[in-house]
Structure formats: structure tokens, C-alpha cells
């Protein structure tokens, strides 16, 4: 992993805040509130032009301080005739830590109460995208961590206004380069503006080769000038958004993964009915009394810890933000150890974290003695430590999800879907005699291990897990849930959970030799602890897999069409408003929460929160397309 480097703080000899990596300030010396708003917001025709729209999207190429966003978010707040959802992507290199944000935003205390919330959501430090919703999800920071061009590269989304600001094109010439001026045109909506303090005519040329019309207007404070841009007629690309009529859907199964995205579309003014064959949410896999929240290491970063790293830090924001609403959940997220299995895996987790790829508050390796401190008992190897990891109770997820989509949510329990079919319009549910039980535009399969009977063309696969159930009082006691080639959480309702076993069978019975075997993971967390496991109860939940080990999300390809020889991934013939939310495996919990913005925000035609080669790992189409190059 290349990790990132932190800005420092500096300043010039007025006191402007200053870049000794660039050499160069952050914004103008003459204000910057003020530079801000003739710049970037009276440059793009804001607020004027979000007036009375549902979403306006704003791409700003140089977060900074974040003074630009405060003095948009600020603008946005005091407008009565303001967009109902604010969209905010920018990219940043060299990120403030926490502290120094909250130093330069003393600066300006007309942005006080917006800098408090946004510094309470800043992430860890980490490369990638960070979505946080602010002023309750109705202004939506995404911050596109890493070099620009390479974000920028994998951003998906059509933006109405771009504030260009990178520091000065010679001291930084990657942030105006013609590619990445290429990348704003490709992310353009039709009727898209830009703006800019900078002249130089080198970039004046490149905007226009990209597709830009360049004028020059007054400047700012003692800059003569400035530039803003509108894209030329003709440039955008086409981008399917969900029309209003259409914004209904169903949803098949409440576990973790229907209930999240049902609540993250009805965030969005959709209405949805949940449909599940049990009477209540999480009746199966996602009922577990309590599961681990913690990322995944990998020495070369690859795909799947990236995923798994934005859908850590996401699922955090998303309960908080449910907690925040009211809508509270069964959670302790102040820490978790994954301890080494042996003194080689020692070693290695030792020399991932020694050269400090991650920031502390992210991941940290402790030797043995300090982790068997932080656990409260002996271990048997050092750890890695993950502050803001934990343990959850997924039912309760469950229930506050589908409780914060209010009377948009409609429940449907107790019904056993038997076959789902398209009519002209919507998708129908059926039961075993033939009667309707719902019907709308969209319909979204989130049932885990029934897939097989009702979309058997998908790779689903199942893996029983039983999880062991040690009544509290017979564990030394722990303060932190731990991991070692399986699991432990501290009691919840006198409950403590070991786990879990995976088997390919269908059983359902409880089986003594699968207690035995999480007895064997308890020992390598917790030393000489010996339990009778004939003594034990537990519970049995089923795992959705896919072959690649990665979830389905997204809209669900059309097996009977004919493929062209050379095909795409994006240009796979897909079934008409039917979409997946599928094969979450054993880290629903870590993964549901992110899995359904990401769908929702493609549903609802709001810019992607990951890249998009995380969007084509994870896209449904992929098993087919593949399977398709083999012929």
C-alpha cells in the first residue's frame, strides 16, 4: 500500500496558510472566504444555479483546508431555495490531519458550527474514498483521497460545477495537466461550469481542448483576473438516472443487506416494501447475537482489502449517523485485536505496520506483552490492534435501518416468495399459489442463500457456520473482542459468541464436533481455556458466497442475450430493473452498509462513493463476462 502524507501546517509570513511541499499558499492573501465565493461560487453561478434541483454536484480538484467546501456548504445552508441534496467531491493528495483542520478553521468563525461537524467526521487518513454525510445527509462530502489523476480516473459521476484549484501550475503541474482536464470533461453533465483563479494560457488552450469555453472575468483581491468555463454543447456523455415515477422498488429479504438498502434509498425519497419470508428482520444469517467489525491488511493492498477498508470505515459513519437520527443501534466500536496465529504470521503482520503504511487510529501492531495488556489476558502472539474496530449486533442494525425509512418502508413478513416475474412495467412477486405479493419498477434480490431458488443462473454458493454460545462467567474476563482463525465477542446478553465453522452441507442441527472445532479457535485467543462442549448452545446461519469471494452488487446481467465477441463489462446486456445485493459471505456486517450506497447511489443517479474498478469487482455481470471470453 502507498500510504498517504499528511499536509503540514505552515504559514507565510502573513500568516495565509502555506505548502512547503508546493511552496505556494492556499488560497488568497487578500481573504479567503472571499476568494471562495467570487471564485468558485459566483464563478459557477451558485446558488443561483442548484435552485429548486434535487441534487447538484460540485467537483473541487484541490480540497485544501476545505475553506472552499465550508464557504459552499455555508452558501448552500443560507439559501432558502437551496438543492435537496448537496454533493461535494474533491480530491486531495496531502490531507490535514485532525488537529491542524481544527487550527485553520479558528480562522474563520463564521464557519464554526459547520467545521465542528465536518472535523467529527473526518476519516482516518487513508487513500481511497471517504463519503460523510453532513447537515443529516442532505450535504454529502465525498473526499477522493490519493493522486489526482489516478482518482480521478476511477470517479464516476456527472458533476455540474468544477472549482479548479490546485496550486500553481508550475509549482504543481499534475493538477492541470491536459489528461486531467480530460477527466473533468469526461465527468461533465451537459450543462456543467467551471471555474478558476488561475490564467496562465497553457491552461486556457487545454480547457478548451477539452471540450471547454473559456472567458475571462474580473479577479479577485489584486488578481486581475479570473476564468470561468462552460462545457460545449455536444461534450457530455449520456447518464441514466432513475426518473421520478420510477423511484419505487421492493426489496426481497431482511437481513442486513435488504434492510441497509432500503434505508439508503428511502434516505433518498424512494418508497419501498421489504418483502421476507420470516416475520421479522434478520431471521437467518444476519441474526447472529453479535459479529466483529474489523478491516482486512494485505501486504500488497490489493482489491479486496481496499473494499473491505472503505466499507470499514463507512459502516462506522453510516450507524453513527443512524444513532445520531435516533435510530440507535447494539454496537462497541472502541477496538479490536487480530492476534498472529504463530511466530512466523507474527513477523509478518509485525513488518506490514513497522514501516507506518497506516495511521495509528487506523491499524497499529502490538507485541505481545502490550496486547495481552489491551486484551486483559495472556496471549499467546503479538496483535494487530484496530482502534475504531469492535464488535455489533446485527438484528439491531436491522431494526434500526428499516425503523429510519419510517412509512416509506413497508414490511411484508411471513411471506414466502415462490417465483418473481417482468411484466411490461414492474417485477411481480408470487407466492406458491400464484398470488401477487408485491409488485414495482425495480426489484432488488437481497436473500442471501434463497437466491439459489429464485435466481439459480448466479454463482451463489452456501457455507453453513455454527456459532458456539458460552454463557458469561465461565471466560476469563476481556475487555476487547478478539480474532485468531476465528472469533470472540465480549458478552451481549449474557452471551458470549465463538466462532464460526464452515461446513458445505444444509443441516440445521446443532453439531458437537463443529463446538469442538470453535473451542480450538477460543484456545488460540484465550490460552487454557477448557470447556466441555457437549455443554454448549449455539446457532446455525447459512453463508452466501460467490467464487471469487466478492459480493454481487449492482444490476443483474441477462443471461439469454446474445454477447458480441468483444464486450465490455459496463455494455453487458443486464434485465431490466432488476439488481442484486448478494454473496456478502461472512462480512455482511463490515460490507452491507457501503454495498447499499454504492447501489443506491447508481439507483438514484448520485456519484459513486468507491472507484470503479471497485465497482467492477464487485459488479454481477463479471461471472458471465468471463465465462463468455472462456467460450
Not at 459557477?44 to 460540485?58: M, Q
Not at 503479538?382 to 464488535?391: D, S, T
Not at 458470549?496 to 473451542?519: F, Q, T
Not at 462480512?587 to 462513493?609: H, K, Q, Y
Request: glycine fraction near 10%; include cysteine; charge should be neutral.
Amino acid at each position: 500500500m502507498s500510504g498517504l502524507l499528511p499536509a503540514r501546517l505552515a504559514h507565510a509570513e502573513d500568516g495565509t496558510p502555506f505548502s512547503e511541499t508546493y511552496d505556494d499558499i492556499y488560497h488568497s492573501a487578500d481573504g479567503g472566504p472571499g476568494q471562495a465565493r467570487h471564485v468558485f461560487l459566483q464563478g459557477n453561478e451558485l446558488p443561483h444555479r442548484w435552485s429548486g434541483r434535487d441534487r447538484f454536484v460540485i467537483l473541487e480538484t484541490g480540497f485544501g483546508s476545505g475553506l472552499n467546501f465550508l464557504a459552499t456548504w455555508d452558501a448552500w445552508r443560507d439559501d432558502p431555495r437551496r438543492c435537496g441534496h448537496l454533493h461535494y467531491l474533491a480530491v486531495e493528495k496531502h490531507p490535514f490531519a485532525t488537529d491542524d483542520l481544527v487550527r485553520l478553521h479558528g480562522r474563520w468563525p463564521e464557519f464554526d458550527a459547520l467545521s465542528r461537524e465536518l472535523v467529527a467526521a473526518w476519516p482516518p487518513l487513508t487513500p481511497g474514498f471517504h463519503r460523510l454525510e453532513l447537515a443529516c445527509g442532505r450535504v454529502v462530502l465525498t473526499l477522493l483521497l490519493g493522486e489526482v489523476d489516478s482518482v480521478l480516473r476511477h470517479c464516476d459521476a456527472r458533476v455540474d460545477a468544477f472549482y479548479l484549484d490546485g496550486f500553481d501550475p508550475k509549482k504543481n503541474p499534475a493538477m492541470w495537466s491536459p489528461e486531467l482536464l480530460r477527466h473533468l470533461a469526461r465527468l461533465a453533465a451537459p450543462t456543467a461550469t467551471l471555474a478558476t483563479w488561475c490564467v496562465a494560457g497553457q491552461v486556457r488552450e487545454d480547457l478548451r481542448a477539452a471540450g471547454f469555453e473559456v472567458a475571462k472575468r474580473p479577479g479577485f483581491g489584486r488578481k486581475r483576473h479570473m476564468l470561468a468555463a462552460g462545457l460545449m454543447a455536444g461534450q457530455a456523455p449520456a447518464w441514466h438516472v432513475a426518473a421520478a415515477h420510477e423511484r419505487r422498488a421492493v426489496v426481497l429479504g431482511a437481513g442486513l443487506a435488504g434492510c441497509a438498502i432500503a434505508e439508503r434509498l428511502t434516505a433518498r425519497g424512494w418508497s419501498v416494501t421489504v418483502v421476507e419470508r420470516h416475520a421479522h428482520s434478520a431471521g437467518e444469517a444476519s441474526g447472529n447475537i453479535a459479529g466483529i467489525v474489523r478491516p482486512m491488511l494485505s501486504r500488497d493492498d490489493n482489491l479486496v482489502s481496499r473494499l473491505n477498508r472503505a466499507c470499514f470505515l463507512h459502516a462506522r459513519r453510516a450507524w453513527a449517523a443512524l444513532e445520531r437520527a435516533g435510530f440507535a443501534s447494539r454496537r462497541n466500536l472502541d477496538g479490536v485485536l487480530q492476534i498472529a496465529r504463530d511466530a512466523a504470521h507474527e513477523r509478518q503482520m509485525r513488518n506490514l505496520l513497522i514501516a507506518g503504511t497506516y495511521p495509528d487510529d487506523y491499524a497499529r501492531f502490538l507485541e505481545r506483552r502490550d496486547a495481552s495488556q489491551r486484551l486483559g489476558c495472556d496471549t499467546a502472539f503479538g496483535a494487530w490492534l484496530f482502534p475504531a474496530g469492535g464488535w455489533a449486533n446485527p438484528p439491531s442494525l436491522c431494526r434500526a435501518m428499516l425503523a429510519a425509512g419510517g412509512e416509506r418502508i413497508t414490511f411484508l413478513g411471513d411471506r414466502e416468495t415462490a417465483r418473481i416475474e417482468r411484466d411490461a412495467t414492474q417485477w411481480r412477486l408470487l407466492d406458491g399459489d400464484d398470488q401477487l405479493i408485491a409488485a414495482a419498477p425495480v426489484l432488488i434480490l437481497a436473500v442471501g442463500a434463497a437466491t439459489r431458488d429464485l435466481a439459480p443462473e448466479l454463482p451463489i454458493t452456501l457455507a453453513r457456520g455454527q456459532v458456539s454460545h458460552i454463557r458469561q462467567g465461565l471466560l476469563p474476563d476481556f475487555h476487547l473482542p478478539a480474532c485468531c482463525d476465528g472469533y470472540l465477542t465480549p458478552a451481549v446478553d449474557g452471551i458470549h459468541c465463538v466462532g464460526a465453522s464452515y461446513a458445505d452441507d444444509a443441516g440445521l442441527e446443532l453439531r458437537e464436533d463443529e463446538h469442538v472445532g470453535n473451542l480450538a479457535r477460543l484456545e488460540r485467543i484465550l490460552p487454557g481455556v477448557l470447556l466441555d462442549p457437549t455443554s454448549l448452545d449455539g446457532r446455525v446461519g447459512f453463508r452466501a458466497t460467490t467464487p471469487d469471494r466478492l459480493p454481487l452488487v449492482g444490476a443483474l446481467a441477462d443471461a439469454h442475450a446474445k454477447l458480441p465477441h468483444d464486450l465490455r463489462l459496463k455494455d453487458v446486456p443486464r434485465q431490466e430493473g432488476l439488481y442484486g445485493l448478494l454473496g456478502l459471505g461472512s462480512r455482511g456486517l463490515v460490507w452491507a452498509t457501503l454495498a447499499a450506497e454504492i447501489l443506491a447511489s447508481r439507483l438514484n443517479g448520485d456519484p459513486s462513493p468507491v472507484e470503479t474498478d471497485l465497482l467492477d469487482a464487485i459488479d454481477p455481470a463479471r461471472f458471465l463476462l468471463r465465462a463468455h471470453r472462456r467460450r
